[in-house]
Structure formats: structure tokens, C-alpha cells
């Protein structure tokens, strides 16, 4: 019957046919026979829908999600197909592995009011064949790989649609202004796309808009329309790294039935409004990683918020009071912020609150003494202010706490017992203090404990034979630590134990520390031989046992530690010959000073690079000419020419005195010689002074004058002349 006042048109609009308008004489007739006839107009016949479902999956190639779609079988029935009164409303191929195009056919179902194809691998431009789908209010199509522009027609897709997914495609350009048309609009996605032009005020317009997500696109820098203060009914608001800039607009304060309200990671200035915090139905708040600044407002009316995250701003003053007063808080996060000021002590009776991230501000005073008194804390991470006092004695009463951060303050006291029998610690980073008193035993019985730093600290106690498996990093040094090395840690990537009071010996076996990249046990009163199995600590590239106890040679084995960089042994008592084998490592850093090293450094190291390596081993020596270093080539010849030097220095010690012998003896000769000359038969002459003989001395003959008392001659002068001349005569 309806058939006869043909409701199809000879014009058609993007391939969808469109009812032509009639007369206004006819208007009031057409919406009676509507009436009267639309439950036969809307219907249509499950055979009808099968073949177009068939063929729908034949258009796809017959995914093999699609198998149950057989012409034996009945529509309602297969999967992803949901029926109502017999016919077809809805479709859910999400996650069908769906890799064609959506064909035109699907909008021949003439009552989908439902149709969901996301996390697909649909391709091609947005599916205009949809403006046809006249009964669609929910569509989801995210997750594919849709590209290029939205249609600048959008605003064609039918009026009664409800839900707009296009989340997670490819979609780039402008957002069109005639978005702002769909009249019923209630959820808008379009985030995780690669729009890189702009959104529109427009989108201000739809009233009936509840839930709006635009993040994560690649939009050119723009402000936040203040239109969007417009959207009374909005309840949740997502635009995340959007590249926004300038102020949240003061009109957001009228988004009444607002909850959720995320503009985190852009670059917003400028205060929050004051009016958000009066926002009743706020339950989430997430402004982190912006440049707002300023102070929180004091007077909170969203009291039933459950988180709050203004993290990575640049907020001043302190943290409100109002805060204390939010019973359903679970998340306070407000670290890399100008904070000053103490913490509500009303926050610690928070009975929700399970995790608290305070650090890097410049917070004052004491921790909140009933923190985890009252809540399964299981988050607290306040490092990096300047706290004083203790560590809350309840911080881990619910048995939940998993991370205590509260690393560079002034805190200090002993870490509380109930640190203890916290079974589900994980992270414990409390150096940087003035913490005192035993590290809780308990700690070490943590099973999924995976990282303890104490350093600067004064704290003492001992550390178990077998450490927990899972932990990976063990961070003590510059403490008052005892007792002797842990021989097992499965785990352990590094241990850093410098500066303690650790003493006896290494382990002999390192085989259950396989995995263990940097150990440092510096500065403490280990004792004994290096022990050879430390080679098989394959993975180590730091190696320091430096100002301990040890004696003996270095192991040869340390040599095939292939990986390690960096090796100090200095301060110790090693002696022997520094082993060849440590020459094949690559070593940027090595120490063997004030040892009792001897012999000749390996050859790679007579360098620069290591002049200061070998200081204080007085036994030691290089080849090569290095500052510092004593040369091996001096040493070996003074060494080898010592017997050859006293040799020749005897010889010729003995020559000279030969020599001295035999010129005294001839000496004495020729004196007795001429001794034997002075005799009266060789007298030519005698005076007052003496008597002068003749006296043959070789082939000469001298005249000599042997005086009789020690008076000088030169005092009878004339005399000794007349003796002289006389003598010359005779002779």
C-alpha cells in the first residue's frame, strides 16, 4: 500500500537514496499513512537480511571470523549479530581481522541502529556509505586504518546519532566546524588521530554532548574555546596533548555535571579557575605537565573527588587544607611543583588514600603521623623536599605499601618496625638522610623486594646470606653496615657497599650472582685472597675492592672477565706480579696503587693512561719512559753490571795500590841510595851549616849539603856559594 506513494526519489545523495519533499498540501497525509504504516515500512525480512549479510561477507572475503555466516544458518544466531523482535539491530565484528572496505550493502539493514567494526584492519577514507544507514545511532569504527580528511558533509550522517568513535586511525586535517550540527550527539571520539589543523568552537553547540575526547593530535597551538563552557551536559572532557596554550577558560566552572576532566601534557598557563573546585560531580582532575601557576584554591566543594593529579607545573603555596576533608581520595599527586608549606596533617586520615607523590617541591615540617594508619597505603613518594622528623610508624599498617621514596630530606630517627612485616614491599629509597638506628631485618624476607637504596645514611645491621631473588639493585654505601658479604643473589645487577664496616672473607662461590654488572665493596675490612671464582662474574663491569684487607696475588682468571671496564684493587696488601692476562680487558679505569706490586707492568699499560694506576708499589717497573713509573731497562742494568762494576773498581782499586807499593819501594831505594853517597870518602867540603858531598844520582853528579841543625841556609848564604863554587871545581 505504501508502495503506491513512492516514498524513493530520482536524486540521490553520496549513492543513498533521499525522499523527495512533497507538496505542503500533502504533508499532513504522508505523517498520518507514516504513522499508520511505519511498523510495516520499518520491517524486513530475515531472509532479506541474511542475503545482505552474506554478501557483506563475501565483500570482506570471508574472515574467518565470519564462519558462521552460512545460508543454512539463522542471521540472529551468528556471530556478532544481535536481533530484536526478530530483526537485525546491531553488529559487533570488533576484532575480526577485517581488512576491506565497508560496503555500501550494510545500509540496507534497514533497523541497524548498532554497528561496531573497531580494532580491524579496514582501510580507505571514512565510510561516507554510512550518511545512508538511517536507523545508525552508535557507530565505532576505531582502531582500523582510516586516512585523509573528514567529509566536510559529516553533518549528513544520520540525525539521530548518538556515538562517534573514530579513535585511533589515521584521520589528518581539519575537524569540520559542521560537527557542531549533530543534533544528538551524546559521545564524540576522535582522539589518537593525526588531525594537524584545528577543532572547532562549533563543537560548543552540541548540547546534548556528554563525553568528549580530542587528545592526542597533532593540532596546530590554539587556545580552548570558551564555547566550550557551553557543554552542560559534558561529564567527561579528555584533550590531552593537543598542543594547547594560554588559559583554562573560566567558563569550564559552568560544566555542572562534569566528573572527569583531563588537559594534561599541553601548555596551559595562567591559574585554575577557581570554579573548577566548585564543579560538585568532579571525581577526576588531571591538569599535569602544563605551566599553570599560582595557588589551589582553599575551598574545595567537588568532595568527591578521587584523584587529583597537578603534577609538573609550577604551583606555589601549600598544599590545602580542603584537601583533607576529600573522603574518597585515592591518588594526591602534585610532585615537580613549587610547593612550600607543610602537609595537612587532616591528609594522613584520609581513609581512601593509597598513594601519595609529594616530591620535588620545597614541603617543610613533618610527614602526617597517622599516614597509613587509616588507608592500605601502598604508594609514598615525598623525596626531594625538605621534610624533617621520622618516618610515619603506621606508614605500612595496611600490609599494602609496595614503594617508600623518601630519598634527599632530613629525616631522622630509625626506619619503623613495621617496615618489617611488609610483605609486599618493592622499592625502598630512603638515602640522602640522617636516618640511624638497624636497617628492619624483616625487609630482606620481602619476596618481590626489587631495589633498596640506604645510602648516606648512618644506618647499621647485616645483611642475610641469601638476598631476595628478585632484587636487582642493592644500594648501601656510606653506612655502618657489618657482618660479612652475601654469598647468593640471584638477581642483583648491582651492589654498591663502599664505606661500611663489612669483614671476613669473599664468598668462594659467585655463581648464584651471575647476573651482577657493578660491585662495589670498597672501604671496609674484607680480608683473605681475592678468590679466583669472581672471574665467573661474567656480566661485571665494575669491579672495586678497593681500602679492604687483602692479601696475595691478583687472580689470573680476572682476565676473562670480558666486559669489565673499570677495576680498582688499590689500598690493599696484593703482592706478586700483576698478571698478563688483565691486559686483554678494556679498561677505561684501573687502580693498583699503594699495593706491594713487583715486577715489570704488562705492556698495554705502560702509558699515560694508566701513570697514576701503579703509584706506591715500590717493586714495580715500566719499560717504557712514563713519569711516575720506574724504568725496568735502569733497574736490569744496574742489576746485571753490579758484579762487573766491583770487579773493575777492585781492579783498579788493587792497580793503585800496586802502583803506591812498588813508587814507595823505588822511592826508598833511591833514598838509600843516596844515603849511602853521604859517606866521608865523597866529602868535598864542610862549613858551619854542614858538610857538602859529591854524590853520583844516575848519569849526573849533584852536590848535596847535609845540614847540621835546622837553622836556614839562607842565613850563611855567601858561605853555601863559596862551598858550591868549590865543589864545581873538583868536580
Not at 21 to 39: D, E, N, Q, R
Not at 315 to 328: R, Y
Not at 697 to 702: C, L, N
Request: overall charge neutral; glycine content about 8%; charged content about 15%.
Amino acid at each position: 500500500m505504501l508502495a503506491g506513494l513512492t516514498l524513493r526519489s530520482s536524486y540521490r545523495t553520496e549513492g543513498c537514496p533521499m525522499a523527495p519533499k512533497p507538496p505542503p498540501t500533502t504533508c499532513f497525509i504522508l505523517i498520518v499513512l507514516l504513522l499508520l504504516f511505519s511498523h510495516k515500512a520499518s520491517s524486513q525480512s530475515p531472509f532479506d537480511e541474511k542475503q545482505i549479510l552474506l554478501k557483506i561477507k563475501k565483500d570482506w572475503g570471508n574472515p574467518t571470523a565470519l564462519s558462521s555466516w552460512t545460508a543454512a544458518g539463522d542471521p540472529c544466531e551468528w556471530t556478532g549479530v544481535f536481533c530484536s523482535n526478530g530483526s537485525l539491530t546491531r553488529i559487533n565484528l570488533s576484532s575480526s581481522d577485517i581488512s576491506a572496505p565497508i560496503p555500501a550493502s550494510i545500509c540496507k539493514l534497514g533497523n541497524l541502529s548498532y554497528l561496531d567494526l573497531s580494532n580491524n584492519n579496514i582501510p580507505g577514507s571514512f565510510p561516507s556509505v554510512l550518511f545512508c544507514c538511517s536507523s545508525l545511532q552508535q557507530l565505532d569504527i576505531s582502531n582500523n586504518w582510516f586516512v585523509g580528511d573528514l567529509p566536510a558533509e559529516i553533518d549528513k550522517m544520520p540525525q539521530g546519532l548518538t556515538h562517534l568513535i573514530l579513535s585511533q586511525n589515521n584521520f589528518t586535517g581539519d575537524i569540520p566546524p559542521v560537527i557542531g550540527r549533530l543534533p544528538a550527539i551524546k559521545v564524540l571520539d576522535l582522539s589518537n588521530n593525526l588531525f594537524n589543523v584545528s577543532f572547532p568552537a562549533e563543537i560548543g553547540n552540541l548540547s546534548t554532548l556528554e563525553s568528549l575526547k580530542l587528545a592526542w593530535n597533532p593540532f596546530l597551538p590554539t587556545k580552548i574555546p570558551s564555547e566550550f563552557g557551553n557543554l552542560t551536559s559534558l561529564s567527561y572532557l579528555w584533550m590531552s596533548g593537543m598542543y594547547l596554550e594560554g588559559e583554562i577558560p573560566e567558563s569550564f566552572g559552568n560544566l555542572a555535571r562534569l566528573e572527569h576532566l583531563d588537559l594534561s601534557r599541553n601548555s596551559l598557563v595562567g591559574h585554575i579557575p577557581a570554579g573548577i573546585w566548585m564543579v560538585k560531580p568532579l571525581k577526576v582532575l588531571y591538569l599535569f605537565a602544563n605551566k599553570l601557576t599560582g595557588e589551589m584554591s582553599d575551598t574545595v566543594a567537588a568532595k568527591g573527588l578521587v584523584q587529583i593529579d597537578l603534577s609538573s607545573n609550577q604551583l606555589t603555596g601549600s598544599i590545602p587544607e580542603a584537601f583533607g576533608e576529600l573522603k574518597n581520595l585515592t591518588i594526591l599527586f602534585l610532585y615537580f611543583n613549587n610547593l612550600s608549606g607543610k602537609i595537612p596533617t587532616s591528609i594522613g586520615l584520609l581513609p581512601e588514600l593509597n598513594d601519595i607523590r609529594l616530591f620535588n617541591n620545597s614541603i617543610e615540617g613533618v610527614l602526617p603521623a597517622e599516614l597509613g594508619k587509616y588507608s592500605k597505603l601502598w604508594n609514598l613518594e615525598v623525596d626531594d623536599n625538605r621534610l624533617t622528623g621520622e618516618v610515619p610508624a603506621h606508614v605500612c599498617e595496611g600490609k599494602a605499601l609496595t614503594s617508600l621514596i623518601v630519598f634527599d630530606n632530613k629525616l631522622n630517627g630509625s626506619l619503623p618496625e613495621s617496615l618489617g612485616s611488609c610483605p609486599t614491599l618493592l622499592n625502598v629509597q630512603v638515602q640522602n638522610n640522617r636516618l640511624s638506628g638497624d636497617f628492619p631485618a624483616g625487609i630482606w624476607s620481602a619476596v618481590n623486594l626489587s631495589l633498596v637504596i640506604t645510602s648516606q645514611n648512618s644506618l647499621t645491621g647485616f645483611l642475610p646470606a641469601k638476598l631476595p631473588w628478585k632484587l636487582t639493585r642493592l644500594e648501601i654505601q656510606n653506612n655502618e653496615f657489618s657482618g660479612k658479604i652475601p654469598s647468593s643473589a640471584g638477581g642483583l645487577l648491582v651492589f654498591q657497599a663502599s664505606n661500611n664496616n663489612f669483614s671476613g672473607e669473599l664468598p668462594s662461590s659467585f655463581s648464584e650472582m651471575s647476573r651482577l654488572q657493578y660491585l662495589s665493596l670498597g672501604g671496609n675490612r674484607i680480608n683473605g685472597q681475592i678468590p679466583a671464582a669472581i672471574s665467573s662474574l661474567k656480566s661485571l663491569n665494575l669491579l672495586d675492592l678497593s681500602r679492604n684487607l687483602f692479601s696475595g696475588q691478583i687472580p689470573e682468571a680476572i682476565g676473562s672477565m670480558s666486559l669489565l671496564t673499570a677495576l680498582d684493587l688499590s689500598e690493599n696488601d696484593l703482592s706478586g706480579m700483576i698478571p698478563a692476562q688483565l691486559s686483554a680487558l678494556r679498561l677505561s679505569n684501573l687502580n693498583l696503587s699503594n699495593n706491594e706490586l713487583t715486577g715489570e707492568i704488562p705492556s698495554p699499560f705502560q702509558n699515560q693512561a694508566y701513570e697514576h694506576s701503579f703509584l706506591s708499589n715500590p717493586g714495580l717497573c715500566a719499560s717504557e719512559s712514563i713519569p711516575s713509573l720506574r724504568s725496568c731497562t735502569d733497574s736490569s742494568r744496574r742489576l746485571d753490571k753490579r758484579p762487573s762494576v766491583l770487579l773493575v773498581l777492585f781492579s783498579v782499586l788493587g792497580a793503585v795500590l800496586f802502583c803506591g807499593v812498588v813508587s814507595l819501594g823505588v822511592l826508598i831505594c833511591r833514598q838509600r841510595r843516596q844515603w849511602k853517597g853521604l859517606s866521608d870518602e865523597n866529602v868535598v867540603g864542610s862549613g858551619g851549616g854542614g858538610k857538602v858531598y859529591r854524590v853520583i844520582s844516575g848519569r849526573e853528579t849533584v852536590a848535596v849539603k847535609k845540614i847540621w841543625n835546622a837553622r836556614k841556609v839562607d842565613s850563611k848564604l855567601e858561605e853555601f856559594h863559596a862551598e858550591v863554587e868549590v865543589l864545581v871545581l873538583e868536580i
